[in-house]
């Protein structure tokens, strides 16, 4: 099962809540809770890049599976991260937030939490 593939954001559950935790400005929340984000995933083998773009924001982040690296959080800060596959989902921890990225034929759900807070975001293949 390959990640591979674009995928348009369809809805989100607790955006707010969760990106104001986050640290994210009353601002940056309003801008980005009404754009549909996509995000594009290339998949080689164990190697990923994941690009999402949102309205003229992109945020990119390259990993292998398995490796720690760096990546760049919603609020812009670089942070050290291992991330693991687990059948068909990635599941990544870095500063206190836990992300699963689970692909279901061409829907991905990308649950983050931190906390006793929960977001859900989930996108469609296009």
């Given at each position: 099962m390959s990640f591979t593939g674009k995928y348009e954001l369809q809805s989100?559950?607790?955006?707010?809540?969760?990106?104001?935790a986050l640290g994210l400005s009353d601002?940056?929340?309003?801008?980005?809770?009404?754009?549909?984000?996509?995000?594009?995933?290339?998949?080689?083998?164990?190697k990923f890049k994941i690009t999402v773009t949102t309205?003229?924001?992109?945020?990119?982040?390259?990993?292998?599976?398995?490796?720690?690296?760096?990546?760049?959080?919603?609020?812009?800060?670089?942070?050290k991260a291992i991330v693991q596959m687990e059948g068909n989902k990635l599941v990544t921890t870095m500063k206190g937030l836990k992300s699963v990225t689970e692909l279901n034929g061409d829907t991905i759900t990308n649950t983050m939490t931190m906390?006793?807070?929960?977001?859900?975001?989930?996108?469609?293949?296009?």
């Open positions: 989100q559950e607790n955006f707010e809540p969760f990106m104001k601002d940056q929340i309003q801008r980005g809770k009404d754009i549909k984000s996509t995000s594009e995933i290339v998949q080689d083998g164990k309205g003229s924001k992109v945020l990119t982040n390259e990993f292998t599976i398995g490796e720690e690296c760096e990546m760049e959080i919603p609020t812009g800060e670089k942070v906390g006793d807070l929960t977001c859900k975001r989930i996108s469609k293949r296009i």
